[in-house]
């Protein structure tokens, strides 16, 4: 993990406060939320990995959004680039939930349309809520019935997954460039009939990209980092249907230099 390029902070925000400002109003009504860092002129990453952006104060929102969380969904692409380990939380937060009747850990989703996953991966072995693989029809069946062994594995294949829904389509996510591709209202409709109706999306860009262009994305939380990064970095969203989505504020928290920015649809 890269190094901050601005000193570290301590932690900053109340616990119990930070859970008030970004609880729900109902847990009950599927909600997908998407949380990224950016640096001041938008970019994504420092050196290659979104870490190298944030500080204690970020790792506490980024702490609150899991612990309120029913299942949390990363791409493939961004679960091998920045090193997930097994979805397990702190004791604390785990304690947390417990006392209000939730699972001790929120569900890992990974999002991979070509299934190019390792079942030996600690994220698997691990796991202390087994896994959720969510993949389209074009999903390679020898991968499909390894990671079987140790996630379910789900086929979100909607209208525009095949090659006569290709174009113009808005609701396919990573992979979704090929027929078979991962239908996203598909995706949140599985999830939610198995009661994972708290739906965090920690990214890629590619991912939230298109869950933009599908009009998935019910809320943004987005910790803006004090610096300026140039370069080569690409920004929080890439690829995907251009679509434009109204949003609103919610609120804005600081932390020293950090701006914790909370947006929500619009048209909710």
């Known amino acids: 993990m890269s190094t901050s390029p601005h000193p570290a902070d301590e932690p900053a925000f109340d616990t119990d406060d930070l859970v008030a400002a970004y609880a729900v109003a109902d847990r009950a009504e599927p909600h997908l939320r998407v949380n990224f860092?950016?640096?001041?002129?938008?970019?994504?990453?420092?050196?290659?990995?979104?870490?190298?952006?944030?500080?204690?104060?970020?790792?506490?929102?980024f702490d609150t959004l899991r612990r309120l969380a029913d299942v949390v969904i990363v791409g493939a692409g961004?679960?091998?680039?920045?090193?997930?380990?097994?979805?397990?939380?702190a004791e604390e937060d785990g304690a947390w939930r417990r006392e209000r009747g939730l699972p001790e850990h929120p569900v890992f989703a990974l999002v991979s349309a070509r299934l190019a996953l390792d079942p030996a991966s600690p994220v698997f072995t691990d796991a202390p809520a087994r896994p959720i693989v969510l993949t389209g029809a074009a999903a390679p069946e020898p991968q499909r019935e390894a990671l079987a062994e140790v996630a379910d594995v789900i086929v979100c294949e909607g209208p525009g997954s095949g090659p006569a829904g290709l174009a113009g389509q808005t609701a396919q996510v990573p992979g979704a460039g090929v027929p078979g591709g991962v239908d996203a209202h598909v995706m949140r409709r599985e999830l939610a009939a198995r009661g994972l109706t708290q739906m965090l999306c920690e990214g890629g860009p590619q991912l939230f990209g298109t869950l933009i262009g599908a009009g998935a994305v019910d809320e943004v939380c987005l910790t803006v980092s004090p610096v300026l990064e140039g370069g080569p970095a690409g920004r929080i969203s890439s690829g995907g249907p251009q679509r434009t989505l109204g949003m609103r504020l919610a609120h804005v928290l600081s932390a020293g230099d950090m701006l914790f920015l909370r947006y929500q649809r619009r048209d909710a």
Do not use: F, P
Not at 79 to 87: D, L, N, P
């Open 78 to 89: 961004t679960v091998r680039a920045e090193g997930y380990a097994a979805m397990r939380l």
């Open 37 to 61: 860092i950016a640096s001041i002129d938008g970019a994504a990453t420092h050196e290659g990995l979104s870490g190298g952006l944030n500080n204690a104060a970020d790792k506490q929102v």
